[in-house]
């Protein structure tokens, strides 16, 4: 991407509270081609073989189609799986993702507020949110307690520790989504401009000042 992006293991970048990026503790799914092609295999699909067709969709951007491409040419030559892109200009896109999703799509979020809350629960939570993975079951049922107890917790120590526990179930136990990289701003400012730079509250034009040349 080639503008300072760092990879995620986890869905929540560090800024966010409750976000397990910089916890020890936590570890997300490695690139792993040995264990994916035994995971496949185990699922009856060796090398590919039998796999049925799998899209990948996409909104119409420069970007997201590199990232494709790159994911469907290292499927192909890891897993013997041959994945289809598609993509969608954004309203048609929202609207697929929201009604009829293909088994892949991507995604984007940005914080309305710095806690876990506003992107687990707001997100993933079977009953409280879209639940666009329309996902279900044990793990599911775990997560949903995990958010939902964070959420009336008055304990920030414990809510840190749900969080990271739920962020497990979403991006390992069950790998509801594949994080990819937390984004970046590339700014160019003057150098006799002194300035602050965004943060959730937007930028604050007011505190900027302009150097005597």
Same mark, same amino acid.
């Given at each position: 991407?080639?503008?300072?992006?760092? /990879?995620?293991?986890?869905?929540? *970048?560090?800024?966010?509270?409750?976000?397990?990026?910089?916890?020890?503790?936590?570890? =997300? $799914?490695?690139?792993?081609?040995?264990?994916?092609?035994?995971?496949?295999?185990?699922?009856?699909?060796?090398?590919? !073989?039998? #796999? /049925? +067709?799998?899209?990948?969709?996409?909104?119409?951007? +420069? =970007?997201?189609?590199?990232?494709?491409?790159?994911?469907?040419?290292?499927?192909?030559?890891?897993?013997?799986?041959?994945?289809?892109?598609?993509?969608?200009?954004?309203?048609?896109?929202?609207?697929?993702? %929201?009604?009829?999703? *293909?088994?892949?799509?991507?995604?984007?979020? =940005?914080?309305?507020? /710095?806690?876990?809350? %506003?992107? &687990? #629960?707001? %997100?993933?939570?079977?009953? #409280?949110?879209?639940?666009?993975?329309?996902?279900?079951? /044990?793990?599911?049922?775990?997560?949903?307690?995990?958010?939902?107890?964070?959420?009336?917790?008055?304990?920030?120590?414990?809510?840190? +520790?749900?969080?990271? !526990?739920?962020?497990? &179930?979403?991006?390992?136990?069950?790998? &509801?989504?594949?994080?990819?990289?937390?984004?970046? %701003?590339? $700014?160019?400012?003057? *150098?006799?401009? +002194?300035?602050?730079?965004?943060?959730?509250? =937007?930028?604050? $034009?007011?505190?900027? !000042? &302009?150097?005597?040349?």
């Amino acid at each position: 991407m080639k503008a300072g992006q760092r /990879p995620a293991e986890c869905f929540a *970048p560090r800024g966010i509270f409750g976000s397990p990026e910089d916890d020890p503790k936590f570890e =997300g $799914i490695k690139f792993d081609p040995e264990k994916a092609r035994a995971l496949l295999a185990e699922a009856g699909y060796p090398g590919g !073989k039998g #796999l /049925p +067709e799998i899209t990948y969709m996409l909104n119409t951007n +420069e =970007g997201n189609q590199r990232i494709a491409e790159f994911a469907q040419a290292g499927w192909r030559e890891h897993l013997g799986a041959d994945v289809r892109l598609a993509n969608q200009e954004w309203k048609v896109y929202v609207k697929t993702v %929201n009604t009829d999703s *293909p088994q892949i799509w991507r995604m984007s979020w =940005g914080a309305d507020y /710095p806690d876990e809350n %506003n992107w &687990v #629960l707001e %997100n993933f939570d079977t009953k #409280l949110s879209l639940n666009n993975p329309r996902w279900s079951g /044990p793990d599911a049922d775990e997560f949903d307690r995990l958010v939902e107890e964070a959420a009336a917790s008055a304990d920030p120590a414990k809510r840190k +520790e749900l969080y990271l !526990k739920a962020e497990k &179930v979403l991006c390992a136990d069950s790998a &509801v989504i594949m994080p990819l990289y937390f984004s970046t %701003n590339m $700014i160019c400012t003057k *150098p006799y401009v +002194e300035r602050t730079f965004a943060s959730l509250t =937007g930028e604050q $034009i007011y505190y900027w !000042k &302009v150097k005597a040349h």
